[in-house]
């Protein structure tokens, strides 16, 4: 080790190590962007429906392409809900999620549109109605092998009162080969006030708006008041809608003490692009906006914006701009 510092020591000065790190927001190459689950909190047997956002350097649709196939799946395993709610350690249980096991769930597109994928709630219906059936556990806890019974009042109490984050797995193939593989987690809950997603972005260049809030497709931001139009190699501002305390939501946790606390929301904004530079990745109130400078060549370029609101919930949208 001692005998190569001063040979990268040299590389590095001469800059002949040329290292080179791709900015988030610069879209490069095949990128899961977004994912999506409808509702973020599923009640007790709700459908969750799960969307995602794959993009190429081009700016195209991935899931839209013929040769692309999206595949979705879920482990909902005992294992799983356990680990999910924080209470895997000293536990022995195993779940059954490799490929044609019991516990993992094959998510259907059937009716849906190929970015998309649901999974049934009678899914997870049976696996959370055996954990809740009382058992040998006395005291009218059930009777979980691998998890003791203090575990298990304590999986009782996290269910009943925050819920059960599970995780989806989203596979990308191009011609039968792997691209890209995502995760999303959400939650199964039991509570009468399950959070929700946030509404359909909306934002300016430069103080002029665009939204995908009217009655299109959610997931296009259209301009509000024309064509936006912006000269290359130009520095436009963009700033989201300072109208996050409407949407914004609360939440319960478990601190460290063991007590339900109500957690708020927090809204982040990604940006995306396929050519030019973004001052911010990621930008969040106070400074929720950030700068796009413009490509040089002129042409039609794709922006995106998505949104997350530090739990569960999150939203997207593309606009098309001209650069002239």
Known sequence: MRRLLPVLCV???????????????????????????????????????????VVDETGANLAMEPDVELRWSVCVSLAAI???AGLGAGSDLEDDCREGGDDLVRLSAEGLPPDSARLPGAAVVAVIAE???????????????????????????????????????????????????????????MREDPTTNP??????????????????????????EGPIVLDA????????DDDEEAWLETYPVFNFDGEVQENEESAYYS????????????????????????PEEPGTYPLWLVVRDGHLGMSWCQVDVEVR
Not at 12 to 41: K, V, W
Not at 136 to 163: F, H, K, Q, Y
Not at 271 to 294: L, N, Y
Request: glycine fraction near 12%; charged fraction near 20%; proline fraction near 9%.
């Open 271 to 294: 940006w995306f692009v396929t050519a030019g530079s973004m001052a911010d990745d990621i930008t969040q109130r106070p400074e929720d906006d950030t700068a796009w400078t413009t």
């Open 233 to 240: 190699g130009a520095e436009i501002a963009l700033d989201p």
């Open 11 to 53: 590389l590095l000065s001469t800059g002949c190590l040329d290292i080179d790190f791709d900015s988030p927001h610069l879209i490069q190459y095949e990128r899961i962007i977004g994912l999506r689950a409808e509702p973020p909190e599923a009640q007790f047997g709700e459908d969750v429906v799960f969307t995602a956002l």
């Open 82 to 84: 356990v680990r999910g």
């Open 131 to 189: 954990l809740m059936a009382p058992g040998g556990g006395g005291g009218g806890l059930p009777s979980i092998p691998g998890l003791d019974p203090g575990s298990a009042r304590s999986l009782l109490t996290v269910i009943a009162e925050v819920g059960v984050p599970l995780s989806v797995r989203l596979e990308v193939y191009r011609q039968g080969e792997l691209i890209q593989t995502g995760f999303k987690r959400f939650a199964i809950v």
């Open 199 to 224: 509404p359909p972005p909306r934002f300016a260049f430069d103080g002029a708006f665009v939204s995908a809030r009217g009655e299109g497709d959610p997931t296009r931001c259209v301009p509000e």
